[in-house]
């Protein structure tokens, strides 16, 4: 799968895109968006908009569309904080890791975010209630592989090692979907490294599903219908 990436940088010279440098690149952080059912373009907006210190280079849509923030050797504000959990010192040892990593946004995937009129649940980071928030889509999860594996081949990254999540370096969070499951972010870190070795990438589904039982994807959707009386049925197929 081939992926193309549009270049929609945000204004130079503003507080997310200052202009300053990269010192080297050691990392790549990935993150995600607490924002229903959004496209890259419109999150780019956000960045833009909010005038803030918070920007990455690159986002990824649930639909698998990249789009580029800033030339991927400026520094964008991915990690900030006060203090740093212990990883961060595998990024640097004295200096800001946001000079020293590129950031992958990822958007929402609409199946997985558990939305109500488009808008996440403010109790989003309750495992237990919303076990799969934040699960990346089939077609998002192979281009971000490909995606990463080809930086990580360009700044001679090691993806079991030099891959982290915003929460790897400051507790927040995020990725959400792999804060909840550690076991699916090192599937993610060995299928990035499987894509450097032989240049392929193949999405293998995250559950096994009976073709006469409903998707997981499709649970919230029939358990609103049959709560408001539009379907019944056993739950095994049959409604």
């Not at 946001?98 to 997985?112: H, K, S």
């Not at 971000?144 to 090691?158: A, I, M, Q």
Request: hydrophobic share 30%.
């Amino acid at each position: 799968m081939s992926y193309k990436i549009t270049k929609n940088y945000l204004t130079p010279g503003t507080k997310p895109r200052g202009g300053e440098k990269l010192k080297s690149v050691n990392a790549i952080a990935l993150h995600w968006i607490a924002a229903g059912q959004e496209s890259a373009m419109v999150i780019r907006n956000n960045f833009e908009n909010a005038g803030g210190y918070a920007s990455t280079q690159f986002i990824i849509g649930y639909k698998g569309e990249i789009v580029q923030c800033m030339d991927e050797r400026e520094v964008a504000w991915l990690v900030g904080a006060k203090t740093y959990r212990p990883a961060k010192l595998n990024v640097t040892k004295n200096g800001n890791p946001n000079y020293y990593m590129i950031g992958i946004e990822l958007c929402t995937t609409p199946e997985d975010c558990y939305l109500t009129n488009r808008r996440i649940p403010s109790d989003y980071n309750n495992k237990s209630k919303y076990p799969n928030m934040g699960r990346p889509g089939p077609t998002q999860y192979q281009i971000t592989v490909e995606f990463v594996g080809d930086l990580c081949k360009k700044y001679n990254l090691d993806p079991l090692t030099d891959i982290y999540i915003h929460y790897d370096m400051t507790g927040k969070l995020c990725h959400i979907y792999y804060v909840n499951n550690p076991d699916k972010f090192k599937q993610f870190k060995l299928d990035v490294k499987s894509y450097m070795n032989t240049g392929k990438s193949e999405v293998k589904p995250a559950v096994k599903v009976d073709p006469d039982i409903p998707s997981p994807y499709a649970e919230g959707a029939i358990a609103k219908a049959k709560n408001k009386g539009v379907i019944s049925g056993s739950g095994n197929g049959v409604y």
